[in-house]
C-alpha cells in the first residue's frame, strides 16, 4: 500500500478509540494509508502513549460519550492527553 507520509516524516502513533461503535476497520486503514502506526484501544495506557489520539463515530455523541464513560480510566486519559499534554485530537 503506497503511504501519503512525507519522506523523512515521524511516524505518528495513533490511537484510534474503540468503545463499540465506529468503524474502526476504515478509519484505521485511512490512517495507515496516511503513514501513520495505528492502535485500536480502550486502554488509558495506550491514549497515554499515542502521539495522535482519533475518536470515531461521533455524529451520535451521546450515544459515544456514554460508552466511553462505561471504560474506566478512558475519558480522564483522554483529557490529560489533550488538554494537559496537548496531543492532537480528531473526532470523526
Known amino acids: 500500500m503506497?503511504?501519503?507520509?512525507?519522506?523523512?516524516?515521524?511516524?505518528?502513533?495513533?490511537?484510534?478509540?474503540?468503545?463499540g461503535a465506529g468503524n474502526l476497520r476504515s478509519a484505521s486503514?485511512?490512517?495507515?494509508?496516511?503513514?501513520?502506526?495505528?492502535?485500536?484501544?480502550?486502554?488509558?495506557?495506550?491514549?497515554?502513549?499515542?502521539?495522535h489520539i482519533v475518536l470515531p463515530g461521533v455524529g451520535a455523541f451521546g450515544q459515544c460519550i456514554a460508552a466511553l464513560k462505561a471504560i474506566d480510566g478512558l475519558v480522564p486519559a483522554i483529557e490529560s492527553a489533550v488538554f494537559g499534554a496537548g496531543v492532537p485530537f480528531l473526532g470523526v
Not at 2 to 19: K, N, S
Not at 29 to 51: F, H, K, M, P, Q
Open 29 to 51: 486503514r485511512a490512517l495507515e494509508a496516511c503513514g501513520a502506526r495505528v492502535t485500536v484501544t480502550s486502554t488509558a495506557a495506550d491514549v497515554a502513549r499515542a502521539t
Open 2 to 19: 503506497r503511504t501519503m507520509a512525507p519522506e523523512g516524516a515521524a511516524t505518528a502513533e495513533v490511537a484510534l478509540i474503540d468503545y
